[in-house]
């Protein structure tokens, strides 16, 4: 509403004065018509004069229609007056439902409306309506270094921007505090042009501003989606603009992004594990599978690794390279892991006392400034020796906070629990982490061993960690022995322990019973001579 503009109070209030006056006046002529009807009738049966009542009615029934004629007048001019201000304000509450305050651009719903106009506009000259979609990256850096004031600021200049460059035909519109949209109908050849508009887009909004003498100087990430503009949605193009700026946001690409199936499909999929994964720990279908640790010198099992298979009512056994990373994403990679390290260890708690069970700890869970207690927590609760439990760890774990992850080893070692650096060897591995914490045991990734009886270079690696390993008195234990040939290869290189399919693939906790029954009712068999020394 304009500062000009009448204000709904007082302009009610003025209304019903006047209408109390009309009415007033109303009454006082139907008081008259009274007194004078009943007089004149008195007159004529007293006097018989009709003259003077003659007058005195002509007088009561024009002042009742002068009164009438008021009374309806200003009802007239209310009423017109009410019909004006309610469609200004009307006017006023479908800007506002469609508009954003900030930059005088369409919010989500001015842009639904806008652009299904232009489709029905478009439909006729089959045009594709092209959404381009962005997000202006370092936002939030923007507010806090510069203050909310100068966030506005850049917020209107890109809107100003938007609209000189890319003029009337485009619905420019701002969806949330760092994400844009423009929808365009274009025709075949500017469809093809889409990602050259979409490249300006990105330039307009990245190009450095000046405020209060400094310079400020944003991103941009951008995702394109078309459709026919005769049967488009655009809900569901403005979502596929959406998926495809978000995989560019995903991989820090400077370009635009095309949307295509294949992101929706995969998306779907993340989805639908995202539920799977929530609606599988309320139902324990994450289970643990073990595989055994031999010790490479006897052939003696001496523990096993608890790997977490997900037992999915549809999909069958489905593996962790599946899961982990989702669980990981949505921060229920902690609840995942200790489902299962609980569920192996009241297992393993009934076995063979001598056998250690290592257990796998995510980057994420190292964040976790609690992990130490629930892992002692589950320790209580299941019975099972902390100086059995082996915890293993990445090298990536110990980038995250190199602080926390120290207290928090700390903690478990101190409750005699052993620990293990998994998968060293790969992403940013140096020799330097063999020393930064600990550990009990250096597990060498199998991406090194794989290959060991071939490849000069992994063979070199796998005898250099030995080699240091050794001089720090902490054992090797080799990840992915498929066969005989790198079995021989790895004990050559000095490698104490090791796993792999040539040992035996994970499997579930009953079938491990058998086999460690197995192992019992085979040593029972022995001669005591090979015994002792077996
Ligand atoms: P990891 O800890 O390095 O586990 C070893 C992986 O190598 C396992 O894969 C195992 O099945 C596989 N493997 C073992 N021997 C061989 C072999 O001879 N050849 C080949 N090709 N592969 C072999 P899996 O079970 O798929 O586990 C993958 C990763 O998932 C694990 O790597 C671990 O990092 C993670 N993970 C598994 N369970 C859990 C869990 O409960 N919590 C967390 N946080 N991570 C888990
Ligand atoms: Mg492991
Ligand atoms: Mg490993």
């Known amino acids: 509403m304009s500062s000009s503009g009448p204000k709904p109070g007082s302009s009610g209030l003025l209304s019903a004065r006047r209408d109390a006056m009309v009415l007033a006046v109303l009454i006082t002529a139907v008081l008259l018509l009274i007194w004078n009807g009943s007089a004149f009738f008195n007159h004529l049966r007293i006097e018989g004069s009709a003259f003077a009542s003659d007058v005195r009615v002509a007088s009561t029934a024009l002042t009742l229609n002068v009164a009438l004629i008021l009374f309806g007048w200003r009802r007239y001019i209310d009423l017109q007056h009410e019909a004006e201000v309610r469609a200004e304000q009307e006017k006023r509450a479908a800007l506002l439902a469609t508009t954003d305050p900030a930059t005088g651009l369409y ?39 510069h203050g909310y004031e100068a966030g506005e600021w850049l917020l209107r200049s890109i809107a100003d921007a938007l609209r000189d460059e890319l003029g009337d035909g485009a619905v420019i519109a701002r969806l949330s505090g760092d994400e844009f949209a423009v929808a365009l109908a274009l025709g075949e050849a500017g469809t093809q042009g889409a990602e050259e508009l979409a490249d300006q887009v990105l330039r307009l909004v990245s190009r450095p501003v000046l405020l209060n003498d400094r310079i400020i100087q944003v991103g941009a990430f951008a995702g394109i989606a078309s459709a026919p503009a005769a049967d488009a949605r655009i809900p569901d193009v403005l979502r596929r603009a959406d998926i495809a700026m978000d995989r560019a946001r995903s991989g820090r690409v400077a370009r635009p992004v095309w949307f295509d199936a294949g992101m929706e499909r995969a998306l779907i999929a993340h989805g639908e594990i995202e539920q799977g994964i929530r609606y599988g720990l309320d139902h324990e279908q994450f289970v643990s599978y073990f595989e055994p640790q031999v010790d490479l010198a006897s052939g003696e099992i001496v523990g096993f690794e608890v790997l977490a298979r997900w037992k999915h009512p549809l999909s069958g056994v489905i593996g962790p390279d599946v899961f982990i990373p989702v669980a990981e994403e949505i921060g229920l990679i902690g609840r995942l892991s200790e489902q299962v390290i609980s569920e192996a260890l009241r297992e393993a708690a009934q076995w063979d006392p001598a056998l250690k069970i290592s257990v796998n700890i995510s980057p994420s869970q190292l964040t976790d400034g609690w992990l130490a207690e629930r892992i002692v ?13 082996v915890v293993e760890i990445t090298e990536s774990s110990l980038f995250a906070d190199m602080d926390l992850a120290r207290s928090i080893v700390t903690s478990l070692k101190n409750q005699g629990v052993r620990l293990a650096l998994d998968d060293f060897g790969t992403g940013f591995s140096s020799l330097a982490h063999i020393r930064s914490l600990p550990f009990d045991i250096i597990k060498i990734d199998r991406s090194f061993v794989t290959n060991v009886s071939e490849k000069r270079e992994s063979a070199a690696i796998v005898r250099a960690v030995t080699t240091l390993a050794a001089a720090l008195s902490v054992p090797v234990c080799v990840e992915g022995i498929e066969n005989e040939d790198t079995f021989k290869a790895v004990v050559r290189l000095g490698c104490a322990i090791g796993q792999g399919w040539y040992f035996g693939k994970p499997i579930p906790a009953e079938q491990t019973r058998e086999l460690l029954a197995a192992r019992h009712r085979r040593r029972d068999e022995r001669p005591p001579a090979a015994a002792v020394h077996g």
């Open 377 to 389: 927590r589950i320790l209580s609760e299941t019975g099972f020796p902390a100086e059995r439990l």
């Open 107 to 145: 919010n989500r719903k001015g842009f639904a409306d806008r652009a299904a106009q232009l489709c029905q506009e478009a439909g006729g000259r089959s045009d594709n309506l092209v959404v381009i979609s962005f997000q202006v990256h370092r936002f939030k850096a923007v507010n806090d270094q």
